[in-house]
Structures are given as structure tokens and as C-alpha cells.
């Protein structure tokens, strides 16, 4: 019966997602297409503009471009069930190629981005609730506050500016200087503006979230109840009131992913950093629809599993949930 | 005259557990001070009930958080003395209080359905409490104190309970595992701030019932705070009536119920049902209670008073001694006091 339950339950969380990711492939393509401009362009260069009327008919119709979006929907969408995404105008090869060129870049920016972001979130948010209400957390609050308002593009800017520009310490794109691809050293000196840049522009947000998650913790009466006993505040801080925080939290950092990715999209292109954003920025400005539709299928992909184990993590960590949920599906089962 | 009564038990062999003197307490809020205690001062010894009854908002929780220093930031002890076993603690730092909480003093409280963290078996609770104060206690005697303590407070098949979460029991269930932790420590004086106000009433009497059983078993000097007299009457040796953050009248269940002194007694008494039964309206206290942000000159009770005197509302009045265990704060005890004849209580020859 219980197995049975776990089938159902999760059974019904694939068909959701499936059904999502359906529903985003159809939206980007038409939506990539209706919006104006040449793809031809990306393909053919500047060649485009001489072409023939006879030319460019040929052309369209070879890169199947000529028959109604829906057509070309079905096309792609049984091409791509076998693998085949199509290729890259711009490139002119796979677009699964493409994209493993610039994968690894943006998931060690992104990936030690979140990790960055979430750990000193935690730290920051755990600080200040300990010391509500006093200098260091007004001071800390306020900073948070202004770095989380500005834009990341400005903050980029600004970086570029000061660190690469007036004292040179940093360089200011890329992510390797030319032929050092495998200097260590050289890579992390690429990554220290755009990273900085991420986790500021996200950090103060979800440590504010923490600070007050946990300050909503420390008003409820249990933790009278727990210094009562004698406990020290810093064992109902940890124990209790840090404890009952942690599913919310983990649940954040899972819906959270994807805004961090967007941020990192950002950071790229302002950087030129070689990493899935900036490849997205051209594939959406040059037409090059595969490409376009893979990224977005990806990064789709990612947020609908996060949201899911957002869902998933914080039904397993309340035992209330964890009940109510065992309750529902027999329920189910019963009907 | 004010402080007198206080020693008088000691006098008579008991030993005192604590002994609250002219203790003021107020909140500075952004509108000003709120006196939530004034001037409060009382006595408790060992083994004893004391019943501390008023109106909600008349400072009796503030009372009993106030002594075991739970209150928020913005809290101050203004004024007074905390004695604890002859220890003066009103001044004591966080760290110290720590070691005295749920060793000394341990408190029940209001709503069990928020005072247990949802997201923790209730074995871990108690056995969280019961390590408080005895680090050095192993794994196995942890245990088998905690399943003591669930026995003490009436819960069968402890062993399998344990494992449970607070969601799963009832308001009552939830209170006696409240009631556990309080314990887990052996505490001297317990406080009970209105531990049966959230329970429904049949409930409410097995509560009652457990933590007068608990506390003549295990001898725990009791601060019962509540608005329900009917439950005064049923646990307490004591009965301190506070009024707008002060003790209007103080003396033993029988001196309160059957000789009442202080019109603000009279009224609480009056207002029980049992006392009016087969009469046609239940008598009720006009007025509000004044704010306790800007309280009035002279007695805080004049303006609702009928046999206020003119001096009510000038000059607060000192504790009148009445016997040698029962005081009251009104004018109409001194000497030059009109006589007047009480709506209420058994004696009514006003000696």
C-alpha cells in the first residue's frame, strides 16, 4: 500500500512535469518566431542581403523555414525526441555541441555562485537575527539592502571600471586570457568579478529571508517554553528555532535557482564570459532558433526539477506535511 | 505596615521559597511606559499554592515572566527585590538566570498548542529539559527519566509516545507533556500561568486535578496565575487579587472567599454565576480597567468603584492589615472609613 502510494505520488509529479515541459517547447517556438528578424542572417552572414528572391527561397527551404510553425513544431519536436536538436546557424554544427563548449563555464559561475550565495546567506541571516535590533545588524540590514537593489549590469559596470580599467588588477571579460585555457590561476582571476557580482546581487535577499524566518521562530512561544527549561539561547537558536527554519530554507534555495540562473545570464553577457547566458543573449538575438530552443528547454527543465524538489524537499522535512500527504494519496486510493 | 505580612509565615516555622519585594516592571513601547507591575510585593512557601487572580491585562503573567526574566527586550525591572530561597536575583544577567530555569522555577503556560516546537517528538522535548541541568546524565537514564516524568503526568504507553509529535496529541495531552517538561528538573517553585484557559472544561478539570496531585506529591510551591475563580477555589491554599498591575487584596482561599475586604474582590466574587444562582442578571464590574500606559492618581480602581471615598481619588491606599495573612489596599479599612456593609462574604460584622 505504501509503495504503492510513493508510485502514485510521484507518478503524478512526472506527468506534471512533462506537461509543462510540452507546454514551454511550444511557447518558445512560436514565440521565437514571431518575433521580427532574419534568421537567415545568423546562417548566411552579410550574404543574405544579395540574395536572390530565388536564393533565399531555396535557402528557407532548406533550413525549413517555409512551412507553418506547426509543421516545423512537429518536425523539430520528433527530431528532437531522437536526440537530434537540429544545428546551429551561427555555428553551423550540433546545437548539443555547442552548448557542451560553454556548459562547464556557467555552471562553475552559477554552481559556486549558489553555493557562495547560500552558505554566507545562512551565516549573514544567523548573525543578525542573534544580534536583532542592535548596530551591527541595522548597519548590516541597510548595506544589504542598497547591494540588493542595484542592478547587476550597473554593479558589472562598475567593477569593470574600477577593478580592470583604473587599477588593472582584474581582467574585465572572457574567461581565460588568450591560449592559457588551462591556467588554474588565470581562470580564477576571470571569475572573481563576475562571481562577485552574482553573489551580491542575490545574497542580501535570502539572508533577509533568513534573518526574519528565524526571528518569526524566535517570537512563537515554544522558545519561552525552551528557555524555561534552561536551555541557553544559543541552543534554542540552533536546535529549535534553526531547525524549524531549515526546510523553508532549503526549499528557497530550490525555488531560487532559477533566478540566480537568470542572474548569471546576465553577469555573462555584461563580462562576455563564455557560459550558456551569453550563447542564449546571441541565439535569441541572431534568430538561431535550435540553439535557442535547447537553452530554453534546458533552463526550463531546471526550474520546473527545482521547483519540484523545493515541493519534494519541504513534504519530507515537516513530519506534519509528511503525514498529511500519506493521508491525501490513501485518500486518493480509496476514490 | 506594607511589608509586614510578608514575614509572618516564616514567623510561624515555614520555609519561604520566594519572596517578591515592591517589584515594578514596565514595557517601554513607542508610546510611552506601560506599568504592567507595580509595587508588587508577596510571598510564597514551600509546598503552597498561590493563586494570583485579576482581568487579563492586569499584569499576572507579566508577574510570573517577569521573575523567571522571560519577558522581551523592551521589558525593564524597574524597581524591587526577587528573593529565591533567600537569594536576591533581580539583578542576575541572562546567564545565571539560565541556571536557575527549570531547576528553581519552571512555568507552565497558556496554550500548549504553541508552546511545544512542532517539528520535535515530544520525548526529545522532555528529554531535552531533563539534560538541561544534568549534562552528565547517560543516554539510558535520560530516557528512563523521561518516561517517568510521562507516567508523573498520567500519559500511558509512554514508551511508544515518545516517539510522537506534539500535532498528534490533544490540547490536554499536549499540556501534560508541558507539564513534564516543567518538572524534568525538579523544580522548587513552579509557575502556571493560566495553564487551563485554552482547554475545554472537562479537560480543564483533569488538569486541575493532575497538577494539584503532581504538586502534593512532589511538594512544589505553586504560582497559580488565572481569571477563573471557581478554579482558585478548587487548587489554591492562597489567593492574591491583582489589579491593574497591583495586589489589591492578599490572603488565604478562605479569608478571600468568605471575609473579602476590597471592593474589587467583592466585585470578582459577585460576578462568579454560582454566587447568583436563582437570580434574575449575573452583577458585573462597570467600566474598563484603566491603561496601565498613563495609570490614574489614587486608586486605580476608584473610577469603577461604588464605595469609592473621596481619598480613592487622591492617594493610592497602603495595604490594610486585616489578619495576620490577609491585607488589602483600600481606604475603606482605615480607621476613619465610613462603615460600610459588603455585598459579599460569609463575615459580615466587619472586623
Known sequence: MKSRNKVLYYGKKAVAFLASVLLLSVLVFYISRLAPGDPLVSYYGDRVEKMTPEERAWAEEKLGLKDPISVQYIRWAGNALHGDFGISYKYKMDVTRVIEGRIG???????????????????LGILCAWKEDTWLDRIICKVGTITGCIPEFWLSLLLILVFSMQLKWLPSSGAYSVGKQADFSDRVCHLILPMTVVVLSHLWYYAYMIRNKILDEVREEYV???????????????????????????????????????????????FSYPGIGTLAYESARYKDYNLLMLLCLMSGIVVILCNMAAQII??????????????ETSEVMML | MVTSFLSVQEK?????????????????????????????????????????????????????????????????????????????????????????????????????????????????????????????????????RVTELMQLVGIEQAEERKKAYPYHFSGGMRQRIVLAIALAGNPEILFADEPTTALDVTIQAQILDLLREIQKKLGTATVFVTHDLGVV??????????????????????????????????????????????????????????????????????????????IDFE?????????????????????????????IGGNTDGT
Open chain 1, 105 to 123: 563555464n556557467t555552471l562553475v559561475l552559477g554552481g559556486i555562485g549558489f553555493l557562495l550565495i547560500f552558505t554566507l546567506a545562512l551565516l
Open chain 1, 224 to 270: 519561552l517554553l525552551a528557555r524555561a527549561k534552561g536551555l541557553k539561547r544559543k541552543t534554542v537558536l540552533f536546535r529549535h528555532c534553526l531547525r524549524n527554519t531549515i526546510p523553508s530554507y532549503l526549499g528557497i534555495m530550490a525555488i531560487s535557482v532559477p533566478h540566480v540562473l537568470g542572474g548569471t545570464y546576465i553577469v555573462e553577457t555584461v
Open chain 1, 314 to 327: 519541504n513534504e519530507r522535512i515537516d513530519p506534519r506535511m509528511r503525514e498529511k500527504e500519506a493521508a
Open chain 2, 12 to 144: 510561624n516555622g515555614m520555609k519561604e521559597r520566594l519572596k517578591v519585594e515592591h517589584l515594578s516592571v514596565s514595557f517601554f513601547t513607542d508610546e510611552g511606559e506601560v506599568q504592567a507591575v507595580r509595587d508588587v510585593s508577596f510571598s510564597l512557601n514551600a509546598g503552597e499554592v498561590l493563586a494570583v487572580v485579576g482581568e487579563s491585562g492586569c499584569g499576572k503573567s507579566v508577574l510570573c515572566k517577569s521573575i523567571m526574566k522571560l519577558l522581551p527586550e523592551n521589558a525593564k525591572i524597574k524597581n524591587g527585590k526577587i528573593l529565591v530561597n533567600g537569594e536576591e536575583i533581580a539583578g542576575y544577567g541572562e546567564r545565571r538566570m539560565r541556571e536557575l530555569r527549570g531547576k528553581l522555577f519552571s512555568m507552565v503556560f497558556q496554550n500548549p498548542m504553541t508552546s511545544l516546537n512542532p517539528t520535535m517528538t515530544v520525548g526529545a522535548q522532555i528529554a531535552e529539559a531533563v539534560r538541561a541541568h544534568q549534562k552528565d546524565m547517560g543516554k539510558e537514564e535520560v530516557e528512563q
Open chain 2, 233 to 310: 477555589a478548587r487548587i489554591a491554599d492562597r489567593v492574591a487579587v491583582m489589579y491593574a498591575g497591583k495586589i489589591v487584596e492578599i490572603g488565604t482561599v478562605d479569608e478571600i472567599f468568605y471575609d473579602p475586604r476590597h471592593p474589587y474582590t467583592w466585585g470578582l466574587l459577585r460576578s462568579i454565576p454560582a454566587f447568583s444562582r436563582g437570580k434574575e442578571s449575573l452583577p458585573s464590574i462597570p467600566g474598563m480597567p484603566p491603561s496601565l500606559l498613563h495609570p490614574p492618581k489614587g486608586d486605580a480602581f476608584a473610577s469603577r468603584n461604588a464605595y469609592a471615598l473621596e
Open chain 2, 315 to 343: 492617594e493610592e491606599p497602603p495595604m490594610f492589615r486585616v489578619t495576620d495573612s490577609h491585607y488589602a489596599a483600600t481606604w475603606l479599612l482605615d480607621e476613619r472609613a465610613p462603615k460600610v456593609v459588603p455585598p
